[in-house]
């Protein structure tokens, strides 16, 4: 059910001075530091931050698709490694368990997901399986009232907090493509779970990704989320989701971005008169606030849509593919409008260029976004 509107104001009013007032200022240090400090971990625990998502009857906020897209913007205009803290337990690894967990899956976990006490991850790609996310090669056979994992994923993010991962995994070797996957919530402390050293990245320092590899690990059967062989299908609905929160993101740091812009055009001089009188940096500000505005009314839309129960796999890529481009073409013209110290690391221009980077990429890289939105469209006809 939707917020009031004033209750939703409120929510988002504290969203936005918690992003001004505690994350902003300590950016680059988190950068610095490739971590974000604990303190500010417990905060956005108490703010309700991990639970945003999760049903209020297991103790989250229950925000529909719209607010939480409209949190998602709010959170966009610091950096996104904050909200990367606990992006998986909103998106990707607590949806499969809120759209197919049995009523016991979701009293045993949903609650500390909510809360923030259980960290989960989602766990699909593989070394061989990447936008061909269908490939999975580990292997989940059945073994009495088992199933024993074998194999390895790659690229986790959240994995070496994650006390939780929805795993994807092939229980039928003989089906092709995604037909013989099944999805499995699979607790961190099972023997035979390791996870990797974190990778180093190319942006957003202090969110971090992993190997996970599986020997032999025991899965009781009762973790199966889903039917056997429906896990592809679990694995593309929270994908869905996932595409419109992390378009919503985007949107938020473009708006930054414009922001921060207009601030530093206004102020800095040259010719004897500020940058921001020059036509041909007004057309830049003007692109880039027309695209983000454009993408800001894709996202809600979808978002809304979503909200109403429709299928939204055409409109969420498009949203996805749309927000991800808009940002990098942004974040390239904010390094042109702040010139050298554009590229300098103190002005943290840069940094938000590397950062925005990888929205092209996860969660389908745009040119699978381009395959489902021609694949839907031919699909509808038009
Ligand atoms: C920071 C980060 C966080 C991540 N978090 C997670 C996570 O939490 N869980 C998870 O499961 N995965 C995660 N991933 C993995 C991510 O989803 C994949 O990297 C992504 O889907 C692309 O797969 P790939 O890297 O194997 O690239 P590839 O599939 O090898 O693709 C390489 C290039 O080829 C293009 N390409 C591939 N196939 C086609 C085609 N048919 N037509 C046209 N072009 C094509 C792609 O678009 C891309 O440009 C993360 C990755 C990163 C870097």
Redesign the pocket.
């Given at each position: 059910m939707a917020l009031d509107l004033e209750t939703r104001e409120q929510l988002i009013d504290m969203v936005r001075r918690f992003v001004a007032e505690r994350l902003r200022p300590i950016e680059a240090k988190v950068a610095e530091d490739d971590a974000v400090p604990a303190e500010v971990v417990e905060e956005m625990k108490g703010l309700g931050l991990f639970g945003l998502s999760i049903p209020e009857e297991f103790g989250g906020l229950g925000l529909n698709m719209e607010e939480e897209c409209l949190v998602g913007i709010e959170l966009g205009r610091a950096s996104p490694a904050f909200r990367s803290v606990f992006g998986?337990n909103v998106g990707?690894g607590s949806q499969g368990l809120v759209m197919f967990g049995t009523d016991d899956q979701k009293a045993k976990w949903l609650p500390g997901i909510a809360s923030g006490e259980i960290v989960t991850?989602?766990?699909?790609?593989e070394p061989e399986a990447?936008?061909?996310s269908g490939a999975v090669q580990t292997r989940a056979t059945r073994d009495g009232d088992d199933y024993v994992l074998n194999g390895g994923?790659r690229?986790?993010?959240n994995a070496g907090k994650a006390s939780l991962f929805t795993v994807m995994a092939r229980t039928n070797p003989d089906a092709k493509g995604g037909s013989g996957v099944s999805a499995f919530l699979v607790p961190r402390d099972l023997p035979g779970l390791e996870v990797s050293k974190p990778e180093k990245?190319m942006g957003?320092q202090g969110a971090h990704?992993h190997d996970v590899t599986f020997d032999n690990v025991r899965v009781p059967a009762w973790n199966r989320l889903g039917e056997e062989g429906e896990g592809f299908k679990v694995a593309m609905q929270v994908l869905d989701r996932g595409r419109l929160h992390i378009s919503a993101v985007c949107v938020g740091v473009a708006e930054r971005l414009i922001a921060d812009c207009v601030a530093y055009a206004s102020e800095r001089k040259q010719f004897g008169a500020p940058l921001a009188s020059f036509q041909m940096v007004q057309a830049m500000i003007a692109d880039s606030k027309t695209e983000a505005l454009a993408a800001r009314a894709l996202v809600l839309e979808t978002a809304r849509l979503r909200d109403t129960g429709a299928g939204v796999t055409l409109e969420a890529a498009a949203a996805k593919l749309f927000a991800s481009e808009m940002v990098g073409r942004v974040a390239d013209r904010a390094v042109q409008i702040f010139g050298g110290a554009g590229y300098v690391a103190d002005y943290g221009i840069e940094r938000l260029y590397r950062d925005v980077r990888?929205f092209r990429?996860?969660?389908?890289?745009?040119?699978?976004q381009k395959?489902v939105i021609a694949r839907e469209t031919l699909k509808r006809g038009g």
């Open positions: 998986t990707i991850s989602f766990a699909l790609t990447g936008s061909d994923k690229f986790i993010t990245k957003q990704i990888i990429i996860y969660e389908g890289a745009s040119e699978i395959l």
